[in-house]
T-cell receptor, first 115, second 117 residues
């Protein structure tokens, strides 16, 4: 089946620094990638939709200047958490989608801890 | 707008017993419906999905779900639980093809399934 990887799998950073998370579709090309965050014992919340070659669209309440998304190719999307704060600590999950009736394939997630 | 409600944040069954995880949705347009499973510290894996056609859909690992439009439900069942089924399960909804939010998933709160020997 299709595989989506995320790197890093976990990261600890100091408050005020920036962290970049990569999401790659390893054996297929994804026209769209979605970014979700999941707080402990809670559900996934969609943050933004990323289409290759165009600006990401953000869900209501998500700060686009804080969560920078770049979708430079059909196999790579990156999420940069800028000036991270402890409240940004969460599990970030991406999914890759080819559209149509095809399913979204989820990455294994990245656990971010901001100290 | 769409929403999903999963009844019961925790469900506990004995090995070999019926598994029933409940999901109700709200959608102003014909929905696509999904069940995902998440094991600890892992991403989500698709169990099954309903898009169009037959309302009873079969998925992996012996799971199935039935789309009931009149009840706005998409409950997940498995006749006989196995220890390896212990995980967290998420129901999700998206708009169908042509919708402005097509592809975006709205997830329920999740149900943690515990299987006792």
């Amino acid at each position: 089946g299709a595989v989506v990887s995320q790197h890093p799998s976990w990261v600890i950073c100091k408050s005020g620094t920036s962290v970049k998370i990569e999401c790659r579709s390893l054996d297929f090309q994804a026209t769209t990638m979605f970014w979700y965050r999941q707080f402990p014992k809670q559900s996934l919340m969609l943050m933004a939709t990323s289409n290759e070659g165009s600006k990401a669209t953000y869900e209501q309440g998500v700060e686009k200047d804080k969560f920078l998304i770049n979708h430079a190719s059909l196999t790579l999307s990156t999420l940069t958490v800028t000036s991270a704060h402890p409240e940004d600590s969460s599990f970030y999950i991406c999914s890759a989608w080819t559209g149509g009736y095809y399913e979204q394939y989820f990455g294994p997630g990245t656990r971010l801890t901001v100290t | 707008a769409q929403s999903v409600t999963q009844l019961g944040s925790h469900v506990s069954v004995s090995e070999g017993a019926l598994v029933l995880l409940r999901c109700n949705y709200s959608s102003s347009v014909p929905p696509y419906l999904f069940w995902y499973v998440q094991y600890p510290n892992q991403g989500l894996q698709l169990l099954l999905k309903y898009t169009t056609g037959a309302t009873l859909v079969k998925g992996i690992n012996g799971f199935e779900a039935e789309f009931k439009k009149s009840e706005t439900s998409f409950h997940l069942t498995k006749p006989s639980a196995h220890m390896s089924d212990a995980a967290e399960y998420f129901c999700a909804v998206s708009e169908g093809a042509g919708g402005t939010s097509y592809g975006k998933l709205t997830f329920g709160q999740g149900t943690i399934l515990t299987v006792h020997p």
